[in-house]
């Protein structure tokens, strides 16, 4: 009997834990990566990258009809069900102003900053909402590889895009265009200040899967300096995000993040604040163990603070 995982979304499809027959049936080339754990239940090794990759893969096959999905080694291969989470309340989110409608169709525009090479936000957002999506990266084999996952993929090459950031320092500028309009914006920003601190998360991590064993440490989910750390960590991401979105805050209707620590709240409220705002919101999510949030903003939106 499957058990519902009831703190994911409503809408999340991945609510009940993993059918590994019934992903196997859709993606034949997992199963060689699934075993039974000492608890009588089938499992993957979700310290080796490789099983997470595939698990991901017969994830976006079986519930979004995505046959051609991959990224190079050592980039983000995030969870999907927590990426769905994010995804379906920025529906609720866009909802909210539809008169409790949620917009579907690819007049519904949405930035993706950071999409990596796995493109995971713009292929559930466009597969269950129909959504057209740009994505954005400084890192240029990423943009490559999502571009790539989009062009042999038919259900998806005509509503996705994808932009270079040339400025290292840059987030929309450089992205959105003079008078081009978004509906929302979206953002997984890295978490770490410095690549030392990304390491360790990654020992964390390892040691928390109990698979640590005198091994050399993989970070089970990759990821890339972009991906994982930037100078002052997510703070100041977010802070530079918020002063970049008021010089285009005419050209869309929601700015969001996900913040991964609700001690960093304060000092990202002040600056959404700061900026002249005229609706902030925070939406709290949670997958499992872990809590999380995002942050939305708007300067066209007229709302009372929700702190």
């Not at 062009?151 to 040339?166: T, Y």
């Not at 698979?211 to 991401?237: M, S, T």
């Not at 997958?287 to 708007?298: D, T």
Request: neutral net charge; contains cysteine; proline residues 5%.
């Amino acid at each position: 009997m499957s058990v519902e995982k009831r703190e994911l979304h409503p809408r999340n499809l991945h609510r009940s834990r993993y059918d590994f027959p019934e992903l196997i049936q859709s993606y034949p080339q997992l199963e060689q990566f699934v075993f039974t754990n000492p608890y009588g239940d089938l499992s993957v090794d979700f310290a080796n990258p490789e099983a997470v990759k595939t698990l991901n893969a017969a994830l976006l096959k079986h519930f979004y009809g995505i046959a051609h999905w991959d990224i190079p080694e050592n980039y983000l291969c995030p969870p999907i069900p927590g990426r769905a989470d994010y995804i379906h309340y920025l529906a609720d989110l866009l909802a909210s102003g539809n008169n409790n409608v949620i917009p579907q169709g690819n007049s519904i525009k949405v930035l993706d900053i950071g999409v990596g090479a796995n493109c995971i936000y713009p292929i559930i957002g466009h597969q269950v909402y129909g959504w057209q999506f740009v994505g954005s990266d400084v890192d240029k084999r990423a943009v490559s590889s999502a571009e790539n996952i989009a062009a042999i993929n038919p259900a998806l090459k005509n509503d996705l895009s994808f932009r270079l950031q040339h400025s290292s320092s840059g987030i929309f500028r450089g992205i959105v265009k003079p008078g081009e309009k978004f509906d929302i914006t979206m953002c997984n920003p890295p978490f770490h200040a410095s690549a030392e601190e990304a390491r360790m998360g990654s020992h964390r991590k390892v040691k928390n899967l109990g698979k640590r064993k005198g091994k050399e440490v993989v970070l089970n989910f990759g990821g890339q300096q972009a991906e994982l750390w930037c100078k002052g960590g997510e703070v100041e991401f977010i802070k530079n995000m918020v002063r970049e979105s008021k010089e285009i805050g005419a050209q869309c209707r929601w700015f969001t993040s996900l913040v991964s620590k609700s001690a960093h709240l304060p000092m990202i409220y002040d600056a959404i604040d700061r900026a002249g705002a005229t609706a902030l919101k925070t939406i709290d999510m949670s997958q499992g163990q872990k809590q999380s949030r995002f942050v939305a903003w708007s300067f066209l939106v007229t709302l009372n603070h929700d702190l």
